[in-house]
């Protein structure tokens, strides 16, 4: 059994680490509404790459979190 102290401590890391998960969250949705600091005049392939990169690695976590995927059941 464990004890009440250990399952309150894993809730208080749970929330922080919710906590720091929230924030990064906010700071890319606050990227793309910037564009990603990138003008019209200023995109190329390289750029279209990159955003199909940063996607790539988003589908891979909500897969998991959604069990989609590789990760469905």
Do not use: C
């Not at 004890?3 to 906590?19: G, Y």
């Not at 200023?42 to 976590?61: D, M, N, S």
């Amino acid at each position: 059994m464990r004890k009440p102290t250990d399952s309150r401590q894993a809730l208080d890391a749970f929330i922080a680490k919710k906590v720091e998960f929230d924030a990064t969250i906010e700071r890319l949705r606050t990227l793309s509404a910037d564009h990603f600091n990138w003008t019209p005049e200023e995109i190329t392939w390289g750029h279209v790459g990159t955003l199909g990169h940063y996607a790539e690695l988003l589908k891979r976590i909500t897969d998991s979190a959604f069990k989609e995927g590789e990760f469905a059941e």
